[in-house]
T-cell receptor, first 113, second 109 residues
Framework: ETGVTQSPTHLIKTRGQQVTLRCSSQ?????VSWYQQALGQGPQFIFQ???????GRGNFPPRFSGLQFPNYSSELNVNALELDDSALYLC????????????FGNGTRLTVT | AQRVTQPEKLLSVFKGAPVELKCNYS??????LFWYVQYSRQRLQLLLR??SRESIKGFTADLNKGETSFHLKKPFAQEEDSAMYYC???????????FGAGTRLTVKP
């Protein structure tokens, strides 16, 4: 069983640029969610995708967008990067169903300068 | 609005001592509550959830709706329990999982 994998592990971008982060879900999982974790804070929910449709969104502006593909892998896109976007971005997948536990990846550390 | 508060950023106990990690929440409906743990150099993983009413690695947590709390307890802490612990809440029929800021537990020998 392959776990959740995220790429890249680290990334440095300049303010105003755009970034795409990638996530491969755990085998058999059809639901993926993304979280932003700032230093010293808990993960903050960005959005969730189920079968390629967004079915939940946290308090993040539209410049945070996502995609889920038929193989259930996923992307997080952030446009017009701001310094405050510097954080660890976590992807989590699960089997569909509210009671299923989340399986997290190791995250992508994004630094915006 | 849903909110999770973990009042202690750091908690240190000696091996064999009881440990309690506090979690308070605010939510007007029926919440689902979880504890996630992150050991050193490992990914975040589910420890337990209130709906299962189970004990994992000796840890238990009881949902107290009157006090809106979901404290994590273990009667005898072990050094391998040292980790970062996050309390999380999901509202019923909602995909938004809210995490607390986390408590770093250190168990000293």
């Amino acid at each position: 069983e392959t776990g959740v994998t995220q790429s890249p592990t680290h990334l440095i971008k300049t303010r105003g640029q755009q970034v795409t982060l990638r996530c491969s879900s755990q085998s058999g999982h059809n639901t993926v969610s993304w979280y932003q974790q700032a230093l010293g804070q808990g993960p903050q929910f960005i959005f969730q995708y189920y079968r390629e449709e967004e079915n939940g969104r946290g308090n993040f502006p539209p410049r945070f967008s996502g995609l889920q593909f038929p193989n259930y892998s996923s992307e997080l896109n952030v446009n017009a990067l701001e310094l405050d976007d510097s954080a660890l971005y976590l992807c989590a997948s699960k089997q569909g169903g509210d009671n299923s536990p989340l399986h997290f990846g190791n995250g992508t550390r994004l630094t915006v300068t | 609005a849903q909110r999770v508060t973990q009042p202690e950023k750091l908690l240190s106990v000696f091996k064999g001592a009881p440990v309690e990690l506090k979690c308070n929440y605010s939510y007007s409906g029926s919440p689902e509550l979880f504890w996630y743990v992150q050991y050193s150099r490992q990914r975040l993983q589910l420890l337990l959830r209130h709906i299962s009413r189970e004990s994992i690695k000796g840890f238990t947590a009881d949902l107290n709706k009157g006090e809106t709390s979901f404290h994590l307890k273990k009667p005898f802490a072990q050094e391998e329990d040292s980790a970062m612990y996050y309390c999380a809440l999901r509202a019923y029929n909602n995909n938004d999982m809210r995490f607390g800021a986390g408590t770093r537990l250190t168990v000293k020998p």
